[in-house]
C-alpha cells in the first residue's frame, strides 16, 4: 500500500558564529523555510538558534508545521541551559544531547538542506551521506556549504552522489530536491554505502 505523507525536510547549518551574522545567509535561510512552507511540506530541525531558527520563523510565515527534535532532557533545560528557542509547533525532548539528536533529526527528515555551517553540520552531513539521506545543499551560504563537491571529491575522494543536489537560490534548490526524494528511494539497509556501492558510493 502507498502512503502520501507529507515531506519531511530537515534543515541543519550554523547555530552559531559568524555566518548567523551574516545578513545574505540569514536572508537564504528565511527565504528556505518560507519555500518548506509555502510547498506544504513539514518542517524539522533540532530546535537551534541560528540560521536553522531563522529558516523556522520562514517557514511559519507561511503556516508550515514546524518540529524541533532538542538536545535536552526537558523544556527547562532546552531554554535555560542550551539557550535555545521554542516557537515551533512541536519540539522532541530526547535528553540525549548534540550528536545522537542529530542522528534522530536526520532519520526523521526524508531530505535534509544544509545552510552555511561548521563541525556540528559536517558530522550531520556526512551522517546523511553514509545512510544515502537525500541532501540539499544552499550555496554561497558561508561556512560548509561552500566546500561540500571539495570536500567529498577532492579530500575524501568519493564520488557526489546522485541524490545530493545544490543551488544557491532555496525555492529552485527545494525544486531539485523534491525531484531527488522520489528519484531515490531511502536505501533498504542503515548504512547507504551498502546498496549504492553500484553507483560509486562508498
Known sequence: MSHHHKLKIGVMGSASGP???????????????????RRGHIFINGACPGLPNEAMLGAKEYNGFTLGISPAFSEYEHVNEYLSPHAHDMI??????????????????????IIGGGIGTLNEFTVAYDEGRPIGVVTKSGGISNSIEHIVVELCQRTMPKNLVMDDDPARLLDKLEIVVKAFPLPVREDGRVKDLRDGRG
Request: charged content about 35%.
Open 92 to 113: 522532541i525532548y530526547t535528553g540525549m544531547g548534540f550528536m545522537e539528536r542529530d542522528i534522530i533529526n536526520i532519520r526523521s527528515s526524508d531530505a535534509i538542506v
Open 19 to 37: 555566518q548567523i551574522e551574516d545578513p545574505v545567509a540569514r536572508e537564504k535561510a528565511r527565504e528556505l523555510g518560507r519555500e518548506i512552507g
